[in-house]
């Protein structure tokens, strides 16, 4: 055989055996088979609930795991409703003992880890399972601190787990007095002291989620990846990093869709499948889609049901008033604006020696940035200025914030401050430091555009451009002078917007700016066991103008997701608050049959 | 022969313990301890006390049986690298995706080399003419034009304009449909630096007096080329193809994310900006030790390929 010859059998060898090396084809879509197409920007990396962290493991998981409530698809003001409880819970007088019935005839999907693979059951100690394991130290769960110092007994029962040597050590039997079971359909839960987030927090956060104990026995480590839950669908398969397919649980109860919605909601055809029986979906599949290119693209050619618009699509899909291009209208394609929990700003550091010590420097800085420019330059004028800390779509939401002037761009007053402030500092201002928690080109320009603002008045910054992990571990070690960040809020209470600012949580917790203010922390505290009120969105409101006065951030956005939507995915209604949504959506098969020669038409 | 191979091979221990030490060094000493970052929002000290028990970080660094590098030592050894920080078996990341990295790289590196060198012959043989001139100006622009551009223009072009191809991975679509259009994007970029290379080394053949000869003695063009020039510049290509197999294995970072392929060049690049230091040991480790192995091999087909080299 002549070298050519050998090089191209070797060649061809190869190749074959790199070929055979993956799986050669994944599931494909049956005729009449309703599949939901979504695509995720960042990968799955865990489905295990106590290991949540992000919102796209919360959006896979809260379809195979359910919770006590959830909150209503349909009605505004979001409100909880029943969802495993079987009815409202009994609050006691004391707002110290909280008792939840939960339905019968509520079953596991069937899995092998199940006696004879058949799902058995729920159980209220199912619920007791799942909140253990979160405060098992061996589980090593990020989601402990969301529940500490809250349910009598479960902190000793962490500190018993830190006693065990091995996490097979651990004793799950062992009672703990706020968790109590008196029957196999109610749970009585004991507080420390008045919870007012309890429902939302550990009822309707599925993180919490029932789980079955056989299954962490069966699975062990590897629970990670095999998810036994109760909700309308359950995994099919996950090849991680690619994608994940979720078909029906045919042990699901069925739920019937809400019958009842917010004004207009007939009218968008939110309510024609009143009553129905859910999931409607036979599949739904997620494909990992990092960048935004290639999901546009698939969007258009009728591959995925919705998408966000990329920033690089804007001028394709809206036009300058923030309507739906010509191209898109004739694509019946539908546009919907969402308002999301949460605000992003220029923080400082309280514990730095110059910014900290100076509330008139950091009163300059804030009058500095031209907010209204800014969201025109990087959000086509299509997000909201931040003039407090609290989001607009929030009940405590202070309608006259904006005249306060906190977020008003006023060079000249900027300059006076400096003035002041250098007079406070002894001299000039040194150089100050801005690190900025990406490389990318958008935190580039976002790193100029702050820089140019402040160069404006007379001082000088230089941006640090840094991974996130290095911006998280730069923040955490309180080592960042300023930063560009962002928060939100998981529930719709604006506490979670607050606590960023209570002294308890410095850095390494969620308050990087380490501000610390005694009134502050007061009212915080106050409002943690008073219950939703009047009272207690005023005292937010106070909290909220405590800290616009002492300035430890300059606020800039809020978010507004613009989605648009093909016109064969029914009952879409965008919900800020839960994710356990795909049971709701139903795809118009005819139609999205028909988009391929749609596109045809309209290119020729 | 058989001796010098062990030879080569006993030479490997200390390159291994080499890369250890190194990469020890840079993920444990120079990295920093990753508690906080698995640990979440608002953890305790406890909770990070606990982490750095199940991770090891407690343990000491050098001195000690059960010592860190020790256990990054058994790691390497036994291709046990343990778990990543989102709970996986670092060895089934690098199983999932060495397959679709490999049905991604093999054959672009492959098409790459057989136009590449095939395409050199041809241009060396026309040299000074025009059509020498219009290649080595397309070999200019394709290295010149960035890489990223190529994908772009050829995604929204191939896949999503005329459909040839489609856009981004599916579960429906078999592994020869999702990696074609990527592969092709591949070849082409490759061909500009690698056409330059070969074109070179053929033309230092080509001016070579065995070829006056050849051609003096009347035989033909492709007898010429292909049975000559070509055996005689195989030791340099041997180099660049042998010694370029072993990255193979990482995969192409942008092909891969943007045509949605869990492939190893998607998963390190991930690895490097979670800190994920296992994943990226084991990448390392493995492909350190992939790098002496197609070393040692090349060696050895240097001696196949040239009479002249021995293994003495």
Redesign the interface.
Do not use: H, M
């Given at each position: 055989m002549k070298?050519?010859e050998k090089i191209a059998g070797v060649?061809v060898t190869?190749?074959a055996?790199?070929?055979s090396?993956?799986?050669?084809?994944?599931?494909?879509?049956g005729p009449g088979e309703m599949v939901l197409h979504h695509a995720l920007n960042a990968?799955i990396?865990?489905l295990d609930p106590v290991?949540i962290?992000d919102e796209y493991c919360l959006t896979v998981c809260s379809q195979i795991f359910e919770t006590f409530y959830q909150y209503h698809y349909l009605k505004r003001p979001y409100q909880l409703v029943p969802l495993l409880a079987d009815g409202i819970p009994e609050i006691s007088d004391d707002k110290l003992t909280c008792t939840v019935r939960i339905k019968k005839g509520v079953y596991f999907q069937d899995d092998e880890c199940f006696s004879e693979g058949r799902g058995r059951e729920l159980r209220a100690g199912d619920f007791v399972y799942g909140i253990k394991r979160t405060a098992d130290?061996?589980t090593?769960s990020?989601?402990?601190?969301y529940i500490?110092n809250k349910i009598v007994g479960l902190d000793e029962f962490r500190n018993y787990t830190?006693t065990c040597k091995n996490a097979a050590d651990v004793d799950y039997s062992r009672k703990i007095e706020g968790l109590q079971t008196p029957d196999d359909y109610t749970v009585v839960i004991k507080l420390e002291r008045p919870w007012p987030q309890l429902v939302d927090n550990l009822m309707a956060d599925v993180r919490n989620a029932p789980m079955a104990k056989e299954a962490v026995d069966y699975y062990g480590?590897d629970i990670?990846?095999h998810p036994v839950g109760t909700g309308p669908f359950m995994l099919k398969?996950w090849?991680?990093?690619?994608?994940i397919?979720l078909v029906r649980n045919p042990n699901f109860r069925g739920e019937p869709y809400p019958d009842e919605g917010e004004p207009g909601d007939a009218e968008a055809g939110y309510l024609d499948d009143a009553g129905k029986i859910m999931p409607f979906a036979d599949k739904v599949?997620w494909?990992?889609?990092?960048?935004s290119?290639?999901?546009w693209?698939?969007f258009?050619?009728g591959?995925l049901d919705a998408k966000t618009i990329p920033k690089d699509n804007w001028d394709e899909a809206l036009t300058a008033s923030n309507e739906l291009t010509p191209k898109m209208r004739q694509l019946n394609i539908h546009l919907l604006a969402v308002k999301d929990p949460s605000t992003f700003y220029l923080g400082f550091n309280m514990q730095d020696p110059i910014l900290g010590k100076n509330k008139t420097l950091r009163r300059a800085i804030n009058h500095s940035i031209d907010r209204e420019t800014f969201v025109k330059l990087f959000f086509n004028d299509a997000y909201d200025i931040a003039h407090g800390v609290i989001a607009p779509i929030m009940a405590s939401y202070n309608p006259d914030i904006e005249k306060m002037g906190y977020s008003r761009y006023d060079p000249d007053r900027s300059k006076e401050l400096l003035a002041e402030a250098e007079r406070i500092h002894g001299g000039k201002i040194p150089t100050l430091k801005l690190a900025m928690q990406g490389t990318s080109t958008f935190y580039r320009q976002f790193g100029a555009f702050l820089k140019r603002y402040l160069n404006a008045i007379g001082l000088e910054v230089e941006v640090e451009y840094m991974?996130?992990?290095t911006f998280?571990?730069k923040v955490?070690k309180r080592g960042a002078q300023m930063f560009a960040g962002g928060g939100g809020a998981g529930i719709p209470d604006a506490q979670d917007f607050l606590s960023q600012f209570y002294s308890k949580?410095w850095a390494?917790?969620?308050n990087h700016f380490n501000y610390l203010n005694p009134e502050f922390d007061r009212l915080y505290e106050k409002t943690e066991v008073i219950p939703d009120s009047p009272e207690r969105r005023e005292l937010y409101r106070n909290m909220e103008l405590i800290v616009l006065e002492d300035c430890p951030a300059a606020f800039l956005d809020h978010r507004v997701r613009y989605v648009l939507v093909h016109d064969w995915y029914k009952n879409y209604k965008p919900h800020v608050f839960a994710y356990g949504l795909s049971k709701y959506r139903r795809i118009n098969l005819k139609k999205r049959e028909e988009y391929p020669k749609l596109l045809k038409t309209l290119e020729k | 022969m058989t001796a010098y191979i062990i030879r080569r091979l006993l030479y490997t221990i200390p390159i291994v313990f080499g890369v250890l030490l190194l990469t020890f060094v840079l993920f444990t000493l120079v990295g920093g301890d990753i508690s906080m970052e698995i640990a979440g929002k608002n953890a305790t000290p406890e909770t990070i006390a606990e982490i750095r028990e199940e991770y090891g970080f407690n343990k000491p660094l050098f001195f000690s049986w059960d010592s860190q590098f020790i256990r990054h030592f058994k790691s390497a050894l036994t291709f046990d690298f343990g778990r990543a920080l989102d709970r996986e078996p670092v060895i089934d990341k690098i199983k999932r995706g060495v397959g679709p990295s490999l049905a991604l790289t093999v054959p672009m590196f492959f098409g790459i080399v057989i136009i590449a060198v095939s395409l050199s012959l041809l241009v060396a043989f026309l040299r000074g003419t025009v059509w020498d001139v219009v290649a080595l100006v397309l070999c200019v622009a394709g290295m010149s034009i960035p890489y990223l551009s190529f994908i772009l223009f050829g995604q929204y072009f191939f896949a999503y304009k005329w459909g040839l191809f489609p856009v981004f991975f599916s579960p429906d679509l078999s592994i020869p449909q999702y990696v074609a259009l990527p592969i092709l994007i591949g070849i082409v970029t490759g061909l500009g630096s690698n056409l330059r290379f070969y074109r070179t080394v053929m033309l230092d053949e080509m001016r070579a007096d065995y070829v006056r000869t050849a051609f003096a003695k009347g035989l033909d063009a492709r007898r010429v080329l292909f049975k000559h020039v070509l055996k005689n510049a195989m030791i340099p290509i041997l180099t660049q193809v042998v010694l370029a197999i072993p990255f193979l294995f990482l995969g192409s970072l942008l092909l891969e994310r943007f045509f949605g392929i869990p492939g190893l060049g998607y998963l390190m690049v991930e690895a490097i900006g979670s800190r994920d230091y296992r994943v990226i040991n084991a990448m390392t480790y493995i492909s350190a030790v992939l790098f002496v192995i197609f070393n040692l091999i090349t060696d050895i087909c240097y001696a196949l390929v040239d009479p002249r080299v021995s293994f003495d």
């Open positions: 070298y050519g060649a190869v190749l055996l790199a070929l090396g993956c799986k050669d084809k994944g599931p494909s879509e990968k990396k865990s290991f962290q130290i061996k090593l990020p989601n402990w601190t500490e830190k480590k990670i990846a398969e090849r991680r990093g690619s994608y397919e599949v494909t990992v889609i990092e960048e290119q290639p999901a693209f698939l258009l050619q591959k991974d996130w992990p998280q571990a955490n949580y390494p917790g969620s | -």
